[in-house]
């Protein structure tokens, strides 16, 4: 913010003046809020199918968008055309879009990360805002690399960490000869919608970036995060009864391997009494297997939710899901999580070269478990096991292992470490490797 001082201003009293001004101002919002564009979105029969071929029911009587404008102070029309659809049913809205492109061997798609800058590359972003505090900005590229983020109202979008909220949502894509097309499928269960939200018009914006053009369009805002330019989006049936329910006071826990506890507040219930299943869904990436654990509950305001889950005890990264659900099965709040757990030992040799007059090789680590925990550290070559000892761990998971190594010949060791934490769960293996050479004084 600059710090000069502003120039002096005189003010000129104009008897019935400002009271014009203020008519003049009304008249110009009203004009502005009869100017925001409107856009109805069909009833979807049946959902698309995610694959994006566009030949689904749905898309070929939703109403055609094609009025995209580049964002530059022009508002000039793109060379390269894109059309978009819209459709919705009670569970989610459903985004279809066909990008024309002239030189499709050219189009970009290099970005593979979840939450990574697919903006970088061809992409197309939708944006929906079901009224303050916040919208939600939803973006994905060709390889089908997604993006999604939640904005304050009225703050600049770059200050949104894209970390700090996800959700659960399919995106499918195909290359053509003459253009790109996409198909997204959002839930409406991931909007923590909640009474005064239900209340507020749904708005819309969608926007594509052409990169090797630079062209960089959406409808109908003239700037991808205007949330005060989003179109009014009509006709979606959205049930207060179903997605009024919010909570507040969310954790997820340690985020440890092993046991953990999500726990939360139903702030807002509109049937109180409500039975539910709060389900946790956890899946360790790319391509593990999903493991879910749930609980029944009676929903009320102010009730506590505790569900207890495991998260896989190898670490790495974890996609989380947590959802609400009511009797009929039906999702009612949702919400998604990305993690990088710590592997259960985090540790490494002093030295992975070794004198044998060192006398004794050195282990330093963690353990990211807590509770009840055991930790055996042996010291192997191959598949034999030359010596073994119990390691304390402190109360902040800390430890130190030292094995003697002086009556050892050369060669290539590893100090093996054994978990374990309770009776149920499976010990976990890991090795730090070593290699023990004669030195001077050997």
Known sequence: MSSRRPFPTAVLMVPHLSAAFSLLGLCMALAHAQTVP????????APPRIDGLLDDA????????????????????????????????????YVAARCADDQMERVPATVTERD??????????VFLMPGAPYYY????????????????????????EPASWDA?????????????????????ACMEWGSARLEAPLRFNIGREQRRLAEFSCWPASGFNRSEEFALLRGVPIDPLRYGLLVTDVTSGQVIPGANR??????????????????????????????????????????????DYQVPPMGGRVAAVFEYLDAEGRTRLSRS?????????????????????????????????RGQVTLDAALVSGDTRLSAVSVPVGPDGAFHVRVPVRDLQPGRYAVQTRLSAGAAAAPVLDEFPFRLIRGPLD
């Open 262 to 307: 999500y726990t939360a507040t139903i702030a807002e219930e509109p049937v109180p009494g409500a039975a539910m299943t709060v389900r946790a869904r956890i899946r360790a990436l790319p391509d593990g297997q999903e493991q879910a654990s749930g609980i029944q509950v009676t929903s009320s305001p102010g009730s506590r939710v505790e569900l």
């Open 38 to 45: 409107e856009l109805e979105a069909p009833i979807a029969q």
């Open 137 to 160: 900005h939803f973006g994905a590229n060709l390889l089908g690399a997604r993006y999604d983020a939640r904005h304050g109202v009225g703050m600049p979008a770059d200050d949104a």
């Open 168 to 188: 659960e949502w399919q995106v499918a894509s195909r290359r053509e000869a003459d253009c790109w097309t996409m198909e997204v499928l959002l839930p409406l």
């Open 116 to 125: 990574g800058p697919v903006w970088q590359d061809d992409c197309l972003e």
């Open 337 to 369: 999580e990305l993690w990088r757990v710590p592997a259960p030992v985090e540790a490494a040799v002093d030295l992975p070269l070794l004198y044998i007059s060192d006398g004794e090789v050195r282990l330093a680590g963690r353990v990211s478990l």
């Open 58 to 93: 749905c898309w070929q009587t939703a109403p055609q968008i094609t009025q995209f404008r580049c964002v530059d102070a022009q508002r000039s029309v793109p060379t390269q055309a894109t059309q978009a659809w819209i459709a919705c049913d009670g569970n989610a809205l």
